[in-house]
């Protein structure tokens, strides 16, 4: 073991945590320390895979059942703009997000420098789309590299040739490249004031309208596969900026299940991720699809599973699988377009149907 301590910062989302998760096993296996700083509403996840945990708080500190419960309301009141093109989910969910994220940058500064004064990182990862001048900070004033990570969509790192990031335009639909950033920025101009006014307050310059992080100087893990990466104006110098190509984390083996039919045929895995399983009624549909084909289907149905009195004899529910051990053995995915759904199919070579909700889904 040496005596690098790098510490990682992820967003309070599974894709995110997890995709930190594979890396810090990578590093861990090159003889370094990794740690993990999280809120307190993803405690246990890292400490889970072996990881020691420091909290930072996010938001206002509350009980974890009332957390659990704004989460849930929030994720299902939103659950019908789910259905709106990524134009029309600028003014609901798009909004809503980044006005949460804004907040959860203004707590964290915080309980964040303290933390990290703790720790005493080598390097330190955060994985976001925004900044926490804390971290820039603590670089800067201790000679230390700060690293971003980008696990959700290539195209956080913005470039003039390619779809704005959230938009889900077409690779080469300027039109629409132009139409979706006006209209966001228009939208989010009002929080994106509130943002610079607190980078103004910490001490760093502020950001053009629209923009709410940058790239590190120092480097940049975009997971993301190099051959399928966009045409880019700018190409990004791998110098600063590097590809993951499959960054895919070591989980428990797992076993399928016995099915009351069809026991011989093809396995597909269903998952929409954290927000889609909040939609118990398309995946109630779906089920009823699947029924009528002679397929076995595992269902990721999340926090939800008593909402399900009977499913098809051909269908298994659970609230969390350990994924890259269910695509790995699956004839076919039908996922939400999240980032680590999309590697992971990728990575083992498994087709997939994807219906996009929101965020990143969009633009896989």
Partial sequence: MSDKVIAFFPEAAFGPALNSVGIAQACEKLGHKAVFLTDPGMQGVYSGYGFDEYTVNMSEPMPPEEMAKYWTDFINGHIPNFDLTAYEQIDNYVKECWEAIVETAIWAEKELPGVLETISPDVVCVDNVILFPAIKRYARENNKPWVRVISCSENEISDPQIPPHLSGCGEKDAECFSVYQNHFNEVI???????????????EATYPVGEFFEASPHMNLLLYPEPVKFNRSKPLDPGQFQYLEGCVRDEASFEVPEFKVHNDAPLLYVSFGSLGSGDIGLLKRLMDVISTMRVRALFNVGDYESEYDAVPDNVRIA?????????????????HGGNNSFNECLYFGKPALIMPYVWDGHDN
Avoid: K
Avoid at 193 to 200: G, M, P, Q, S, V
Avoid at 320 to 331: G, H, L, T
């Fill in 319 to 335: 609230s969390w699988y350990p994924q890259p051990s269910v695509i790995s053995q699956a004839d076919a995915v039908i996922h």
């Fill in 189 to 203: 101009q009002p929080i994106h004031a509130r943002f610079n006014e607190f980078l103004t307050e910490c001490g």
